[in-house]
DNA sequence: ACCACAAATCTTGTATACAAGTTTTGAGTA
DNA sequence: TACTCAAAACTTGTATACAAGATTTGTGGT
């Protein structure tokens, strides 16, 4: 991996975590003598980072780590859930035996993450993988990727919401019952269930009321 | 608008109408003579020219104008498919008078436009205009801007099949039937037809047997 | 104390020299 | 003629000096 492509996934490990906090600036002199490296391949990742939201570029001012668009958030959720009702419904015809047992693989290690001590790191990543599995199965990786490159806001925004323990449980039912509907071909009851699993929180006020200095006015 | 936007937008609309062809390479130094400026900002351009997946930058060696990835055709036109299903399904019921007036007007000056001389490249414009006013009318201009940013491939392989007259014809006759059953409320009747609208050509051969040179291996 | 305004000090933007890798060229040799 | 291999001519990658704009600071005047 190069130079440049390590720095990126510093950078965006830090904003997606939230160690580089919303607001926060990013200088090219700060950072080319933090990595030690000169100003132009910097610049390059900062652009980078630019197109794909993880900053904002105010020419001859700054460059600031962009603060949690709310509307991104709906428009991704919405965006998700259209499209993984059609997959699960795919799925539900074609998936192959293989596939269940990787989904259930999954499910135990997320299980087990649960009481770990860094329980939501573990179940972000678990639940970003049960989520890719799907696609995958369903020969939509490149759609998942696609989202991915537009995650920043909803990758934070669900980062915050999972602070509270309750939810993981919550979160990792919802799982279960979707490959148990899935398997028995039950269609008719996924549409509603990914539609919960997906949107329920967005309403909530939760966000704007404990972390209103990280959201976009 | 900048300079660096400038030479973006004249460079993306040549790749678009193919008058750059997949394959063209794109030095710096010729791009920097051409557009009298220096490498630097314009090594900006091609960054994000890449990112786009416009070019494809082979370090060291140099930067070809990206060949048409059907892959990608295949899996954005998937993704239309889904999402516009859903967007028609809303406007059945939400779509206001003024909105219905607006499509209307795109599809009159598209009528218009089949005979012109240049009636491809209008007819072109239109069908955006067309598919990007349903999103916006069903409050989903965000995600029709995501789709755009990955849509290099899609308008080529487009432009492409469009070449034939008969096809002109095809497509407005489909936008008034959309039109007529969103207008009627035949919900039932919509999904078989979005699916034809923009998934009919995919699997013909055409492409393959009269661009070759143009397609990604 | 407060205001105005200019200068100093930040920021990023651009041009350019040089580094490093790749490809082409062509001379020398069998 | 055909092949080898080194040198030259390309390509982009990096470092850096300087330009240009934005912000902050501080000083002089009231």
């Known amino acids: 991996m190069s130079i440049k492509e ?6 965006k490990h830090e904003i997606l975590t939230l160690t580089l906090k919303p607001g926060t600036i990013l200088s090219e002199t700060v950072l080319s003598e933090r990595f030690q490296i000169s100003r132009t ?27 949690i668009d709310l509307e991104s958030v709906e428009q991704i959720i919405y965006l998700r859930s259209v499209l993984e009702k059609e997959i699960m419904k795919y799925l539900s015809a074609h ?12 499910l135990d290690r997320q ?6 001590v860094d329980a939501t790191e573990q179940f972000l990543n678990l639940d970003d993988a049960f ?10 990786e490149f759609l998942w990727n696609l989202i991915q490159q537009s995650n920043v806001h909803y990758v934070r925004y669900r980062r915050l919401h999972m602070l509270r323990q309750e939810k993981l449980e919550e979160i990792l039912t919802e799982h279960q019952r979707i490959l148990e509907y899935m398997t028995r071909q039950e269609t008719d009851k996924l549409d509603a269930l990914i ?23």
């Open 41 to 67: 391949p910097l610049r390059d990742v900062l652009k980078q980072l630019s197109l794909e939201s993880y900053i904002d570029i105010y020419p001859k001012k700054g460059n600031l780590v962009s603060f």
């Open 6 to 11: 390590q720095i990126m996934k510093t950078l």
């Open 195 to 217: 539609h919960h699993h997906l949107r329920e929180d967005i309403n909530s006020l939760y966000l704007q009321e404990n972390f209103s200095d990280y959201i976009k006015v």
């Open 111 to 116: 299980k087990a993450a649960i009481h770990e």
């Open 131 to 140: 989520h890719a599995a799907l696609f995958r199965l369903a020969g939509r």
């Open 95 to 106: 998936l192959v035996l293989k596939g269940v047992h990787e989904l259930k693989e999954i």
